[in-house]
């Protein structure tokens, strides 16, 4: 299966600043990532999906401009939560699409946990 | 779009006992229904998955049965173990590739007591 790697894994920052964390695909490429927001005991809700050299697409009540996206690579996407509040404090997943044992799936990141003062 | 049921949402039992989760599903469109396993502060596994052309699949102690008429799917686990304990989730989609958009099922706490 596909080896995911998010970075960092996890991130305390002050309200109001932006912080940004990596999804790496490390053993192919990845032209679709896509990432998950998930609060605490609750199940993994998709944000947005992100294409390589073209823009995200974002899912309803998603604030695009929040949440920025950059697929800049086959095997790395970025997400940057601008101007952090508290209520984005979250876990955030990245997955990758993949190839296993014939039947087609998704492979989750470790995750990155925000907190955000 | 597609809604995913999951119960129960917290199942507790003995070392050694059967776990079985059920999923309904909504869109009869979705033909791959994974299940993941997810251990605290970490991501999803897939741990087994099925498509909409087979109605069982097993994998050591772990299968899943699909019933595509009545839209539901079910997780079985047998001769539970401790290092099974963790929150598993159903999962239901449509497309090929991996690419497709995956609608997450609620969520159930397994806890397996030694």
């Known amino acids: 299966g596909a080896v995911v790697s998010q970075h960092p894994s996890w991130v305390i920052c002050k309200s109001g600043t932006s912080v940004k964390i990596e999804c790496r695909s490390l053993d192919f490429q990845a032209t679709t990532m896509f990432w998950y927001r998930q609060f605490p005991k609750q199940s993994l809700m998709l944000m947005a999906t992100?294409?390589?050299?073209?823009?995200?697409?974002?899912e309803q009540g998603v604030e695009k401009d929040k949440f920025l996206i950059n697929h800049a690579s086959l095997t790395l996407s970025t997400l940057t939560v601008t101007s952090a509040h508290p209520e984005d404090s979250s876990f955030y997943i990245c997955?990758?699409?993949?190839?296993?044992?014939?039947?087609?799936?998704?492979?989750f990141g470790p995750g990155t946990r925000l907190t955000v003062l | 779009g597609e809604n995913v049921e999951q119960h129960p949402s917290t199942l507790s039992v003995q070392e050694g006992d059967s776990a079985v989760i059920k999923c309904t599903y909504s869109d009869s469109a979705s033909n791959y229904f994974p299940w993941y396993k997810q251990e605290l502060g970490k991501g999803p596994q897939l741990i087994i998955d099925i498509r909409s052309n087979v109605g069982e699949k097993k994998d050591q102690r772990i299968a899943v049965t699909l019933n595509k008429t009545a839209k539901h799917f079910s997780l079985h686990i047998t001769e539970t173990q401790p290092e099974d304990s963790a929150v598993y989730f159903c999962?239901?989609?449509w497309g090929q590739g991996g690419y497709q958009k995956v609608t997450f099922g609620t969520g159930t706490k397994l806890q397996v007591i030694p």
């Open positions: 999962a239901a989609s």
């Open positions: 997955s990758v699409p993949g190839l296993a044992g014939g039947t087609d799936t998704q492979y």
């Open positions: 992100s294409n390589e050299g073209s823009k995200a697409t974002y």
